[in-house]
């Protein structure tokens, strides 16, 4: 049980659609980053956040936004979802912005586009 | 820009076997390294981080070494057991994000 807990667990929207997924970071831990697992691939970063502010990104377009809060919870929004947008969701929390400290991630949500 | 490769994508061995992961990177300039499980449809279990500094790693059953100026981290494996069954992903840490693996897959049979 890694203290990261992430809401929902599933979710299946429509193209065109907006969605938000929620992520509750390890107490104390002040950086929270998202990755998106396509089936069978490994992880890919889509951005960071550090104390509230945005603190890196991966190629994904604007309509992949993100909210950290004063609590350390975050939030990930897509606008305009498109099918390929179908993925699993992971939340990452770790502790110190960019000193690569360990990552511990949620279990994921799993967004379904039809 | 850093691409992380495991070899073998899939392994299916006996219960009991030592067996070892491979993980290799292309940019040496890393941080650290942490290999992860995964269990189907689930989320990531963080296994170990090895630090930049840090030749190697142990955690029970689980050895994991890194060599930065070849590119390459092995993940030993002691006495394979059905429950280490999973998808096995390695990952580096650059600036401030983690390039991940396409992952091996592993199935330990009884």
């Known amino acids: 049980e890694t203290g990261v807990t992430q809401s929902p667990t599933h979710l299946i929207k429509t193209r065109g659609q907006q969605v938000t997924l929620r992520c509750s970071s390890q107490?104390?831990?002040?950086?929270v980053s998202w990755y998106q697992q396509a089936l069978g691939q490994g992880p890919q970063f889509i951005f960071q956040?550090?104390?509230?502010?945005?603190?890196g990104r991966g190629n994904f377009p604007p309509r992949f936004s993100g909210l950290q809060f004063p609590n350390y919870s975050s939030e990930l929004n897509v606008n305009a979802l498109e099918l390929d947008d179908s993925a699993l969701y992971l939340c990452?929390?770790?502790?110190?912005?960019?000193?690569?400290?360990?990552?511990?991630f949620g279990q994921g949500t799993r967004l379904t586009v039809v | 820009k850093q691409e992380v490769t495991q070899i073998p994508a899939a392994l299916s061995v006996p219960e009991g076997e030592n067996l070892v992961l491979n993980c290799s990177f292309t940019?040496?300039?890393?941080?650290?390294l942490q290999w992860f499980r995964q269990d189907p449809g689930k989320g990531l279990t963080s296994l170990l981080l090895?630090?930049?500094?840090?030749r190697e790693q142990t955690s029970g059953r689980l050895n994991a070494s890194l060599d930065k100026s070849s590119g390459r981290s092995t993940l030993y494996i002691a006495a394979s057991q059905p429950g280490d069954s999973a998808t096995y992903l390695c990952?580096?840490?650059?600036?401030?994000?983690?390039?991940f693996g396409g992952g091996t897959r592993l199935m330990v049979k009884p």
């Open positions: 940019d040496s300039a890393i941080y650290n």
């Open positions: 990452a929390s770790s502790l110190g912005g960019s000193s690569q400290t360990e990552a511990f």
């Open positions: 090895i630090q930049s500094s840090q």
């Open positions: 107490s104390g831990h002040n950086t």
């Open positions: 956040y550090y104390r509230e502010e945005e603190n």
């Open positions: 990952a580096v840490w650059q600036g401030n994000m983690l390039t």
